[in-house]
């Protein structure tokens, strides 16, 4: 299994950014996807989920309606929209298939 991260960068507050997620090793289309993320200092905070086919997502109320997950299966590519960033938003992003497997991370930077 892999899972690589890519987008993350350095935004000011009210911008945008698009993670991806490159996964191989496994059938992508059959297993759900997560994000999850660690600010600096704090511990890991599940942001998101999609099911195999795309149809079903849910997120974490801290980014409701700021953040979008889609996933890509002929691409076997995660995606996570964010929107509206702000400054705690800043955080190391990981893809996860499951507890077991994650990437290694891409950081996001909300500031001024």
């Known amino acids: 299994v892999q899972l690589v991260e890519s987008g993350g960068g350095l935004v000011q507050p009210g911008g945008s950014l698009r993670l991806s997620c490159a996964a191989s090793g496994f059938t992508f289309s059959s297993n759900w996807m997560n994000w999850v993320r660690q600010a600096p200092g704090k511990g890991l905070e599940w942001v998101s989920a999609?099911?195999?086919?795309?149809?079903?997502?849910y997120y974490a109320d801290s980014v409701k309606g700021q953040f979008t997950i889609s996933r890509d299966n002929a691409k076997n590519t995660l995606y996570l929209q964010m929107n509206s960033l702000k400054p705690e938003d800043t955080a190391v992003y990981y893809c996860a298939k499951d507890i077991y497997y994650w990437g290694q991370g891409t950081q996001v930077t909300v500031s001024s």
């Open positions: 999609i099911n195999s086919g795309g149809g079903s997502t």
